[in-house]
């Protein structure tokens, strides 16, 4: 049997490859492409004061809005709304100055030269009317929606309240987030711009100068250019399970609240294996509880069959990072579990959230994939649960690492051949790559955090870098012992090393986290995440970040024992070469990323199993019920 005729659908196939879309599907295929920003600028008579360099804060809020304008990617929807900037006195004080429609640099640039500071703050009304500015998401698309406050004071106008402001705007509407920037801002201004960003699903920013504000401006503005490219045909999961839409082999868009669950039906064989995904993706950085969860089981007849659960946790409290939980229906090996039968079962999907945590509907994509049986007198080689050549002593590419931009999710993921990769990473992000591995082989890497220069703060500041890699089916693979997903951070080389078990068809009956899912050859996929407090740290927007990546050991012709090799590995120690299925170098170069000092992946080994030992002791009272707990990438 040939590796092309073993899967019936493959896992991860672009949405237009996909089988059509079961009864409850509706809308359009993309959730993409309705990103937008608005900046809402303070221009109250506070922003005429000295910022303490000889310029007004008026002043450098300009030239901070025009290194966001340079830094915003060609023809990107982007507005800006000032208030305060109109009369001396007045709470209705508000305008937009500047649609929010595609990316003029220049226009831009001109509107808030003319901006000059005035009157009162009415912060409140501002909200309300730039998410109105905000164009609406057109054909069901899903996209990062953004309103950008930088003020210098608190609302001095009552009402609207501007905490009770944002958490409407931000319960009610998919996909708004609420940034907020105080520039030299202290006490109660700090306090209600930070209950602002959170209750509106975004962050706060803390500028205490200029640079500090350009820097920040940039952070928030290119994480909303930058959110995740959502695809699949829309459709509503039910309530409960006679509420549930049948749907067929493909990827689906729903949205899903706090404390909710969403059923979604499926006619299964009683041969097949399916593999079903669920990814949440909500606002990059909004307020979570380490122990938010995303929850998949696979229900079969009446409920009274489990045949299958996974709990996915954050597992830190910076800040929501895309979550992703997984769960299969393998048949057994003897035929005899009440889950291989055939007959109708149900996907339950659930968010569960904790008092404060980000109250918004998440976006949630779905990938549903069928693995066909083997076929007859066709006899599998053996599972490989080891890791082998591919453990923590393994050798990893060196050498001059080459310029890649990652992708915003499963979706985009940049492809990455053998070698030494480097890219630059915004707090709150999480950078997606994807690496082919066939049958017999693994993928090995390391994420590698820069050493960057930092800003001046009194107390000792930490953050976290980490990694996840999850099978061609988007199943999450765990450490398996030999691994730890995260590193803490404070500006200084950090390093995450990760990877799988070889690829084979029988790993599928193995138990362990680590090897039960790699069990077909395709695109498997890595994320690299970088907490949201490394914006208290580093003093460049973007932060450096590299992958070592090797794939290890001979591909195989197939699944089959005794397959034939189709290509010696020729060392995955080695840098790439031009025959790798691996990007060209981007030509915009590093952009002002440190590169000194790159830490070995042993260097942080310490630091990743201190952070997994306390991450360990909260989430294991958890752990009941469910066959797997992982966090957030």
């Known amino acids: 049997m040939t590796c092309g005729a073993l899967l019936a659908l493959v896992v991860g196939v672009p949405p237009a490859a996909a089988a059509p879309a079961g009864p409850g599907a509706e809308g359009g295929r993309d959730g993409s492409g309705s990103g937008a920003l608005v900046m809402v600028l303070d221009s109250s008579g506070s922003m005429g004061a000295d910022d303490g360099t000889g310029r007004t804060r008026m002043e450098s809020a300009r030239t901070a809005v025009g290194a966001v304008v340079d830094a915003l990617p060609d023809g990107y929807p982007a507005g800006l709304r000032v208030y305060g900037a109109d009369r001396p006195r007045g709470c209705t004080d508000t305008r937009l100055v500047r649609p929010v429609r595609k990316l003029d640099r220049a226009a831009m640039k001109k509107a808030v030269a003319g901006v000059r500071p005035k009157g009162d703050t009415p912060i409140g009304l501002s909200l309300e009317k730039a998410a109105e500015d905000l164009p609406a998401p057109q054909d069901g698309a899903i996209g990062t929606r953004t309103i950008l406050l930088i003020s210098d004071g608190e609302d001095n106008c009552g009402t609207p309240e501007p905490c009770e402001v944002a958490e409407r705007l931000g319960r009610e509407a998919v996909g708004l987030r609420i940034d907020t920037v105080g520039f030299q801002v202290k006490g109660a201004a700090r306090e209600e711009l930070e209950c602002v960003a959170e209750a509106g699903n975004g962050r706060y920013y803390d500028a205490p100068?200029?640079?500090?504000?350009?820097?920040?401006?940039?952070?928030?503005?290119?994480?909303?250019?930058?959110?995740?490219?959502?695809?699949?045909?829309?459709?509503?999961?039910?309530?409960?399970?006679?509420?549930?839409?049948?749907?067929?082999?493909?990827?689906?868009?729903?949205?899903?609240?706090?404390?909710?669950?969403?059923?979604?039906?499926?006619?299964?064989?009683?041969?097949?294996?399916?593999?079903?995904?669920?990814?949440?993706?909500?606002?990059?950085?909004?307020?979570?509880?380490?122990?938010?969860?995303?929850?998949?089981?696979?229900a079969y007849g009446t409920g009274e069959f489990t045949?299958?659960?996974?709990?996915?946790?954050?597992?830190?409290?910076?800040?929501?990072?895309?979550?992703?939980?997984?769960?299969?229906?393998?048949?057994?090996?003897?035929?005899?579990?009440?889950?291989?039968?055939?007959?109708?079962?149900?996907?339950?999907?659930?968010?569960?959230?904790?008092?404060?945590?980000?109250?918004?509907?998440?976006?949630?994509?779905?990938?549903?994939?069928?693995e066909a049986s083997l076929s007859d007198g066709v006899t599998p080689a053996q599972s490989r649960p080891g890791y082998g050549e591919g453990g923590e002593q393994a050798v990893l590419p060196t050498g001059d690492p080459r310029d890649v931009r990652g992708g915003t999710g499963f979706n985009d993921a940049r492809q990455l051949g053998r070698g030494v990769w480097r890219d630059r990473i915004l707090p709150s992000q999480t950078l997606w790559y994807k690496v082919p591995a066939r049958w017999g082989q693994q993928v090995r890497y390391a994420v590698e955090f820069a050493n960057e220069p930092t800003v001046e703060r009194t107390s000792s500041t930490y953050s976290y870098g980490a990694t996840r890699l999850f099978t061609p089916a988007r199943f999450p693979v765990g450490g398996g012992g030999e691994f730890s997903p995260t590193s803490l951070y404070n500006g200084r080389p950090a390093a995450v090393p990760m990877g799988s078990v070889p690829v084979a068809w029988t790993n599928r009956y193995e138990s362990g986290a680590s090897v039960r899912p790699v069990h077909a050859e395709g695109d498997f996929y890595i994320a690299v995440t970088l907490g949201a407090k490394a914006a208290e740290i580093a003093e460049n927007p973007r932060i450096g970040v590299v992958l070592r990546v090797a794939v290890l050991g001979d591909a195989l012709a197939g699944p089959q024992h005794g397959a034939p090799v189709l290509a010696k590995n020729d060392g995955g120690a080695k840098q790439g070469n031009s025959r790798d299925p691996a990007v060209a170098a981007d030509s915009s170069g590093t952009g002002g990323a440190g590169w000194t000092g790159i830490a070995t992946a042993a260097g942080a080994g310490a630091a990743a199993a201190l952070i997994a030992g306390l991450v360990f002791v909260r989430s294991r009272r958890r752990r009941a019920g469910t066959q797997t707990t992982r966090g957030s990438a």
């Open 209 to 298: 100068d200029a640079e500090a504000l350009a820097r920040q401006l940039q952070r928030s503005a290119q994480l909303s250019a930058d959110g995740y490219r959502l695809k699949g045909d829309r459709i509503h999961g039910g309530t409960t399970p006679d509420q549930a839409p049948a749907i067929r082999p493909g990827q689906y868009l729903d949205t899903i609240g706090p404390g909710e669950k969403r059923y979604y039906a499926l006619d299964l064989d009683a041969v097949s294996t399916v593999d079903l995904s669920a990814t949440a993706v909500p606002q990059p950085g909004a307020a979570v509880d380490g122990l938010d969860a995303l929850s998949t089981g696979l």
């Open 307 to 370: 045949c299958g659960t996974d709990t996915a946790h954050f597992l830190q409290e910076e800040g929501a990072t895309p979550l992703t939980s997984a769960v299969s229906r393998i048949p057994s090996e003897g035929g005899g579990s009440g889950c291989d039968e055939a007959g109708r079962y149900w996907l339950v999907v659930e968010r569960q959230s904790r008092k404060g945590s980000d109250s918004a509907r998440w976006p949630l994509e779905l990938l549903y994939g069928v």
